[in-house]
């Protein structure tokens, strides 16, 4: 069932956090960033926790959630045929496609980390990596 509220909310901590970084385009429609949200926190489930809810809630979740739904919304948006195409960054579709392949990146390296975590949980080593010079 879609998001059709606010408080339906499980890992963004608000609608106000969508998007991420740059101007607010959907500050009118928050039933777009709602479908955005929707889709974002139950792909985070997906991915690290397959499918189920997560207990503890940390900022790299958020962070996760948040620029996946960023990135949902400005990929939406990338389309020069969108209805939004001329609302974003003064119709560069161009900058938008740069700043959703930003949100998508941070989407990815948070889930990676977030993996790569639960993976380290219960060796009771500590993994350390140091570069060569």
């Given amino acids: 069932m879609p998001y059709e509220s606010e408080s339906d909310l499980k890992y963004i901590s608000g609608l106000d956090a969508i998007p991420l970084t740059g101007p607010d385009a959907w500050s009118d429609t928050p039933q777009e960033k709602l479908k955005a949200a929707d889709a974002a926190e139950g792909l985070l489930e997906a991915r690290v926790n397959s499918?189920?809810?997560?207990?503890?809630?940390?900022?790299?979740?958020?962070?996760?959630?948040?620029?996946?739904?960023?990135?949902?919304?400005?990929?939406?948006?990338?389309?020069?045929?969108?209805?939004?195409?001329?609302?974003?960054?003064?119709?560069?579709?161009?900058?938008?496609?740069?700043v959703a392949s930003e949100m998508k990146?941070?989407?990815?390296?948070?889930?990676?980390?977030?993996?790569?975590?639960?993976?380290?949980?219960?060796?009771?080593?500590?993994?350390?990596?140091?570069?060569?010079?």
């Fill in 51 to 98: 499918g189920l809810p997560l207990d503890d809630v940390e900022s790299i979740h958020r962070t996760a959630a948040t620029a996946y739904a960023s990135y949902i919304l400005l990929s939406g948006v990338e389309h020069p045929n969108s209805a939004r195409s001329g609302d974003f960054y003064s119709g560069s579709n161009e900058d938008v496609a740069e």
């Fill in 105 to 133: 990146t941070i989407w990815e390296d948070a889930v990676q980390g977030i993996i790569n975590a639960s993976a380290d949980e219960g060796t009771n080593t500590a993994t350390l990596n140091v570069p060569d010079f």
